[in-house]
């Protein structure tokens, strides 16, 4: 405070005394400066923007943000652009947005990269925004080559001057390729109002169509997701679903494109979904059923009693039933003898797809295993030994946690998985072992499970020397094939699932033992971005698979089904990344030696 009385004289002593001083030393010099404000304080503020010390700059360049110092601007750009230190970066976007001048707009987009530590892009945002030059920034919206600057132009144009956003500009990016362009675009939309009359405009075009191209589903889903809370919207979108000449490609569109929405509002829930819950709906059936799981509309009186109905028609197809069953499963835990025996014969049919056949295991692992009589539990567990592995890790978990008739269970699953405990994972015996502590059957599996997985690289070499050489054509036609299960997780160029990863170029970076490895032994190597995760709800139910995407409220989950879970987090007791792939242990015996060689083959030739 003596030295900032002193004013003019301060300055010159301080600025004499600067070049000896300590770093630290000098770090307080530079602010004192700073609240003196005069030129020459000024520019040894400016001189210190190229000391070599970080901490030094990082001062400097806070300093002469709060003085609005234009004479700075050119050192305050080089910083931002290529200063090794994130802090100084963060300081001289701040200095650049406190300076508003236009000429630096340019210069901050271009320091935006998709790579951008966070803290980084969030100074840079609030820079643009200080400066608030939407028309400096228009150019960047059309540039696709560059989403993350498509992003901060949404974003800062509609912080700073929304009213000269033009509504098709905004809405023409709804079917951008990325997936961020097209969420700030619906966050944008959102917001303004005054846009309804072009949305519903756009909206009844779109509804016009009779064939859907990718670009155009991308623009339906963005605009339902950004317009759903709008009545006006929800009107028009019930009109449709009701309208009789409506090309039945539209409401099915329209329909999927909820799936996206993270709250369906109350009022479309009647209006719009219990009329596609009937029977005579057969196209829109399975859509109308995927969205009451979603929403847990069966909570609702007259939602479940239209798909009890479903569930027990006869005459309806019989993955629709399983559907139907498995909206209600969590309801009603208890089964009529004559489902049961439904369920049954779809996990053994060996016709069904790998998909139904879980669906019906994911149906019978929602009944409560205490309440069913002796002999059909028995059943029950029959269904495991004959069950592949993507029913086997469904139906195993209820037993698991059995209340009563613990040795009875144990005993059965002991016959159940005599033939399966080398393709049992480490964490499925451990559960076993938990679950059954002193069951001799149990422990006899354990023994045979812990001795096939210390033979693992003993078994995989013995497996490898016995294959045959494979053929790709066949292979490819294997891949692609239901009864293989490739494609529900994996794809090769455009075909196949998510769940897993992209195959395309597999064959460019793994042997023919990794191929191997990866089918006998999933667990062995989980790709980083495809991790399992188990999930607790405090109700007890468990829920597995990858998180798909997570807000504020839900955490979004996608199954070896494909199909999204929405899981609210005040409903969550538990979440942790399991050590177990989604890929379950055990397919290779889908698959004679020939079959098998000939799917390695396939993928040893992608490139």
């Known amino acids: 405070e003596a030295l900032l009385a002193l004013g003019v004289p301060a300055v010159t002593a301080l600025n004499a005394a600067y070049p000896q001083a300590s770093v630290l030393e000098q770090e307080r010099m530079l602010w004192i400066l700073s609240r003196l404000g005069t030129e020459a304080a000024r520019e040894t503020l400016r001189a210190a923007l190229l000391a070599n010390e970080a901490g030094i700059r990082q001062v400097a360049a806070t300093a002469l943000g709060n003085l609005s110092d234009s004479m ?31 000429s630096a707009t340019d210069p901050l987009m271009a320091a935006m990269e998709a790579t951008t530590e966070l803290h980084l892009r969030h100074a840079i945002t609030y820079a643009l925004m200080e400066i608030g030059t939407s028309e400096a920034l228009a150019n960047y919206l059309s540039d ?12 800062v144009h509609a912080a700073t001057d929304p009213n000269k956003l033009q509504a098709s500009r905004v809405m023409a990016l709804l079917n951008a390729s990325h997936a961020e362009v097209r969420q700030e675009a619906q966050r944008v939309i959102a917001s303004q109002p005054a846009w309804q009359v072009e949305l519903l405009a756009l909206f009844r075009q779109l509804m016009a169509e009779t064939e859907w191209s990718p670009r155009q589903r991308l623009l339906l889903d963005g605009l339902v997701v950004a317009s759903v809370q709008k009545k006006a919207f929800q009107h028009a979108m019930t009109e449709v679903l009701h309208a009789p000449d409506m090309p039945l490609a539209a409401k099915r569109a329209l329909l999927e494109s909820w799936q996206f929405v993270p709250d369906l509002p109350e009022d479309l829930q009647p209006l719009a979904v219990l009329p596609v819950i009937e029977p005579a709906m057969s196209e829109l059936l399975s859509v109308g059923l995927t969205l009451m799981r979603k929403f847990d509309l069966a909570k609702h009186e007259e939602f479940r009693e239209k798909v009890m109905h479903l569930a027990y028609d006869g005459k309806l197809a019989s993955e629709l039933r399983v559907q139907a069953l498995e909206v209600i499963a969590h309801q009603d835990r208890e089964l009529r003898p004559k489902m049961f025996a439904f369920l049954q014969r779809r996990i053994q049919d060996p016709v069904v797809s790998p ?43 209820p037993l698991l946690s059995a209340a009563v008739r613990k040795e009875f269970i144990a005993d059965g699953l002991g016959k159940a998985l005599a033939t399966q405990a080398a393709s049992l994972s480490t964490v499925q015996m451990q559960n076993l072992r938990t679950a059954f502590p002193d069951n001799d059957a ?54 196949g699932g998510r769940l897993g990863p992209d195959l ?9 033992r990794d191929l191997l490895e990866a089918i006998v032994f999933p667990n062995a190597t989980i790709v980083n971005g495809y991790e399992n995760y188990l999930i607790t709800s405090k109700d007890g139910s468990t829920h597995a698979g990858l998180v ?9 989950m996608i199954g070896i089904d494909q199909q999204e879970q929405r899981l609210s987090r005040d409903r969550i007791q538990d979440m942790k990344r399991s050590p177990i792939s989604v890929m379950p242990p055990g397919l290779e015996q889908l698959f004679s030696q020939e079959a098998l060689a000939d799917l390695i083959a396939y993928l040893e030739g992608c490139h």
């Open 504 to 512: 395309s170029h597999i064959g460019a970076i793994r042997n023919r």
């Open 144 to 155: 696709e080559a560059e989403p993350h600057h498509q992003v901060l132009s949404l974003r």
């Open 72 to 102: 700075s601007l050119a050192p305050l750009l080089a910083l931002i652009g290529s200063d090794p230190s994130l802090a100084v970066r963060r300081s001289a976007a701040t200095a650049l947005g406190q300076l508003g001048m236009v």
């Open 355 to 397: 998909i139904d056949r879980r669906r019906a295991a994911q149906v019978l692992a929602f009944l409560d295993i205490d309440l069913l009589e002796k002999a059909t539990l028995m059943q029950y567990i029959n269904l495991i030994e004959t069950s592949s592995p993507l029913e086997r890790d469904v139906l195993l978990t």
């Open 442 to 495: 149990i422990r006899s599996i354990s023994e045979r499970n812990e001795i096939a997985h210390e033979d693992r690289g003993q078994r995989l070499n013995v497996l490898l020397e016995s294959l045959p050489t494979g053929n790709a054509s066949r292979g490819k036609i294997l891949f692609h094939e239901t009864k293989a299960t490739c494609t529900l997780c994996h794809r090769v160029g455009n075909a």
């Open 548 to 556: 798909h995407r997570q807000s504020r409220e839900y955490v979004y």
